[in-house]
């Protein structure tokens, strides 16, 4: 029987991509998205993926949507918590709003979207919990002291659950993409995006495919002895 598989902002960017690969795969797949009802729609009329709507960063929301992803599709095995948003400033000028805002949807939305998934993989002595960081929350980043500490929260959330998931046969993994060819990192200034290129010893962004890739490893079988680890995928621009 196919596993099933919930990828939260499973629409766009990297999630798409990764949404797309798990159903190659032969999971049985929902995205999730918070916002834009007509794109979700295309999506469902491009892959035939199933999209489901609520805000990662509310635990309700993710604890109804997740008992009905639950209904429609069956219990989740694989889960990857992939929603994110950036609110740049230099630390001087970003507000509390900023802060709270990248903190309750980055990390806290990635509690509510494990934790109602987390009694269900003890039950049944299965799941892989998939947690998509970032390349700058290794490194660090100038005007993403949000985004960069909920990055960094991840690792620390991943190598917890590791140990506490292994002897029910979960394992729970991080990715860090470096700067990959999406929307996210089109919105940075044009001027910041070539200099960041150079920096990348490859010498280009990555694409979307080459983040979903890993996690469609960390999510199979294959992978059954990593856990609690992080793969970084970033072109060589930084050695974690
Ligand atoms: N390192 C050091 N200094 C930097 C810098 C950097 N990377 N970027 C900007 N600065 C400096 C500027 O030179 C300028 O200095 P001066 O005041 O001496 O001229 C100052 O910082 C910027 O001041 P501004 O008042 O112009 O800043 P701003 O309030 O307009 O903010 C910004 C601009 C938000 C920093 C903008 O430049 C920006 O968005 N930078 C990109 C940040 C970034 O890399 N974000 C990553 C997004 S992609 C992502 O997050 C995905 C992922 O996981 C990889």
Known sequence: MARTALVTGGTRGIGAAISKALKADGYDVAATYAGNDEK??????????????????????????????????????????????????????????????????????VFNTVHPVWPGMRERGFGRVIVISSINGQKGQFAQANYAATKAGDLGFVKSLAQEGASKGITANAVCPGYIATEMVMAVPEKVREAIISQIPAGRLGEPEEIARCVTFLASDDSSFINGSTISANGGQYFA
């Open 40 to 109: 979700a729609a295309a999506f469902t009329e491009e892959t035939g993926i199933k999209t489901f709507k609520w805000n990662a960063a509310d635990y309700d929301e993710s604890k109804a949507g997740i008992a009905k992803v639950e209904e429609a599709l069956g219990p989740i095995d694989v889960v990857v918590a992939n929603a994110g948003i950036t609110s740049d400033a230099p630390f001087h000028k970003m507000t509390p709003d900023q802060w709270k805002e990248v903190i309750d949807t980055n990390l806290t939305g």
